[in-house]
């Protein structure tokens, strides 16, 4: 039953919504609709149709086994927007809380913790992988749930063929699960079918879909892209030891492998891999889908962030190649009659679930305030189609910036120079252009914010800094003469926030003060997969012709006195055949744990070199290298004078430069030797 006012159709008690499509997008109108309903005072019987959900005798969710095409990431925003309508995703339907985000760029890649007051989640849509177990709970079940008991019913069926009948109401065909095909008059239909069971280029096979443009000829379904995502098993403590809380996104580059979009999400004992790229558009499922999951497995860049793991030794519990919405739908709705979630479109390779929940509350308000008619669905709801296109318009400008930015080494390097002076230098909520590479690798933000953002002037003079430092820093490493190897280039900074607490913290264990403002102070981090005894023992190669780390142009360092990592040692740092040196003498030591050096002679007055090993929550460690000291002064005029040119000539960007390489080599030989760890639960 509905009522028409003035040339509007509304809802009135009593009236019937169908719901096509038990998906989130599917549940959150249901919920909104039935909530908005209850406001005004009206009764509606809504009813989901779904062929893989059924409600039992005692009205509990029973959901048949089956793929739900999702990789399953709750951004930040549709976290507040589930908080704020009191759907609170209880315990056993979240895979894991992230603490980090990790974009991945060629020459060098950009963490990010987690701001205070938002949320990043991982989950599972449905059943699969199927060793999750029976009962294993999923997002999708629990959102219909809710439905269910705001009053929804569930019919078990797939919906075939929609049209009018003579009184202009939708009239759907379903066929059951059981039985024969039927009929089903409302007043309304709210079409949450997704992309995946109507393909765009299979559109004209599709019963419903043409259907539907039978009633709607101006309806376009969603341009597609196809996607390949497939379940890992490597195991919750492999996954604990390389990916602790941490979500990669990565812009790759391969001979082997054409890949424009990638994405880890660990989810408990499984980690789940989102691929996009030429290679999948030309790829033939499921025919393909092996050779193209041993060939990414195998790249240089995977393996370096997932050692060990293999095609052969790591199963595969799931994959499925479903489609992505790039482009929305054009001309969706019609009286009585619209669509919502990736059936109406969705943010590019970002955020599917949001889009899908802002479309829907928009319906549900639109329908119970507004009216059912196309002009009303014109006016509370044609908006979410404009914003779609807009977003994804500006999303193609910013996701063809930020790859040809992270493909190319110089301007990678550029960005993360820029990255790394904003991390030392302001406080999180303060950095220009790490605030707009967390909206991008979060989905934080709208596209059009984060073009506007990456196009104003605060990134713009910080990318000019960066950009000074970034040739400064090459020419410094190519008169020094450091050579990377294979040596991975890892962000060493320490955000400006955790500055204090760190120096603190690795003075307290060796019973030292360390002086509050040294004329030359620098200070390093780096997480290394290792146990403390062998990072302690690439430690003790400090001044030995076997060590990688701290290979100088125009410097000599070598141990001259006592044995590695022994109290007593001294290293010695002489130029060329020149007759200045400076000792540094090994102070205190802290088997497996810390080694304090003071150096003394020809340079400074007084000084610390230190290293901390600290174990991390993921069961690796954290190497912390800190060096400070105070320039000589000189007593006469001359002196005085010779001392300030001698201090401009060793500026602290050449330390930077310097110990960052010897800090990524530590890192890259202690986890050379450290391939012990298999993957396994």
Not at 84 to 106: A, D
Not at 176 to 196: M, Q, R, W
Not at 203 to 216: G, L, T, V
Request: net charge positive; hydrophobic share 40%.
């Amino acid at each position: 039953m509905s009522k028409q006012i003035k040339g509007k159709l509304l809802l009135k008690d009593g009236s019937r919504v169908l719901v096509l499509g038990g998906g989130p997008a599917g549940s959150f109108f249901a919920i909104h609709l039935l909530r908005q309903a209850k406001k005004t005072h009206q009764k509606i019987n809504l009813s989901i149709v779904d062929r893989r959900m059924a409600l039992d005798s005692s009205r509990q969710i029973q959901e048949f086994k089956g793929c739900n095409f999702c990789a399953g990431i709750i951004s930040p925003r549709l976290q507040k927007e589930l908080i704020k309508n009191n759907i609170i995703l209880p315990s056993e339907v979240i895979c894991e809380k992230f603490t980090h985000i990790w974009i991945h760029g060629l020459w060098k890649n950009f963490p990010f913790k987690v701001p205070a007051g938002q949320t990043i989640l991982s989950v599972f849509r449905g059943t699969l992988p199927s060793k999750r177990g029976e009962g294993a709970n999923g997002l999708d079940a629990f959102l219909l749930k809710k439905a269910v008991e705001l009053g929804a019913d569930i019919i078990t069926g797939e919906a075939l063929s929609i049209q009018y009948n003579h009184l202009n109401r939708p009239l759907v065909m379903i066929k059951p699960s059981l039985g024969n095909k039927f009929t089903i008059e409302s007043d309304f239909a709210c079409i949450c079918t997704g992309v995946n069971s109507n393909l765009e280029k299979e559109f004209k096979k599709d019963s419903f879909s043409r259907s539907f443009q039978k009633i709607n000829p101006l309806f376009t379904p969603p341009k597609v892209r196809p996607t390949l995502i497939f379940e890992l098993k490597p195991g919750s403590r492999y996954l604990k030891k390389y990916m602790h809380k941490e979500m990669y996104v990565i812009v790759s580059k391969s001979k082997k492998i054409d890949l424009d979009h990638i994405v880890l999400i660990p989810k408990g004992e499984y980690l789940t891999v989102s691929l996009v790229g030429k290679s999948i558009d030309r790829a033939s499922f499921p025919e393909d889908t092996g050779q193209i999951i041993k060939i990414f497995m195998s790249l240089s860049r995977i393996q370096k962030i997932l050692p060990d793991i293999t095609f052969k030794n790591t199963p595969i519990a799931c994959t499925c190649s479903p489609n992505m919405a790039v482009a929305p739908a054009k001309n969706s709705f019609s009286d009585r009659i619209a669509m919502v979630g990736d059936a109406l479109g969705a943010r590019l390779y970002r955020d599917g679930l949001f889009s899908a929940f802002i479309s829907a509350q928009a319906l549900a308000q639109t329908v119970i305030h507004k009216g059912v008619d196309q002009k009303s669905l014109e006016e509370g709801f044609g908006w979410v189609t404009k914003w779609l296109k807009t977003d994804n318009r500006y999303g193609r400008l910013v996701i063809n910036m930020v790859q040809a930015a992270l493909k190319s080494p110089l301007i990678n390097r550029i960005l993360y120079q820029t990255f790394a002076s904003e991390m030392k230098s302001k406080q999180q909520d303060k950095w220009p252009l790490g605030s707009v590479l967390w909206k991008f690798g979060s989905g934080d933000a709208d596209y059009k914010e984060v073009f506007r953002d990456f196009t104003r002037g605060p990134v713009f003079f910080s990318t000019l800094t960066g950009i000074f430092k970034t040739f400064r820093n090459i020419f410094t490493e190519l008169f020094f003469g450091l050579n990377w190897e294979t040596y991975g280039r890892y962000p060493t900074v320490i955000i400006r926030e955790k500055r204090n607490y760190i120096k603190e913290s690795i003075a307290t264990p060796l019973g030292i003060e360390l002086d509050a403002s040294p004329e030359m102070e620098r200070m390093y981090a780096i997480k290394i997969r290792a146990s403390s005894q062998k990072i302690f023992t690439e430690l003790g190669k400090f001044g030995d012709p076997s060590g990688k780390f701290l290979r100088i142009r125009f410097v000599d360092i070598k141990r001259t006195v006592g044995l590695p990592n022994q109290k007593g040692a001294v290293i010695r740092y002489s130029i060329g055949i020149l007759p200045i040196y400076m000792d540094i003498l090994l102070a205190k030591t802290l088997p497996g744990k810390a080694l304090l050096y003071k150096p003394s002679g020809f340079f400074t007055e007084q000084g610390k070199l230190l290293f901390d090993i600290t174990p991390t929550k993921d069961g690796n460690n954290r190497l912390v290298l800190y060096t400070a000291f105070d320039f000589r002064k000189g007593k006469s005029l001359l002196g005085k004078i010779f001392w300030k040119l001698f201090k401009k000539i060793f500026p602290g960007y050449a330390h930077d430069v310097v110990w960052n390489h010897a800090i990524c080599c530590i890192k890259g030989e202690a986890e050379k030797k450290h391939s012990d760890e298999l993957p396994g639960p």
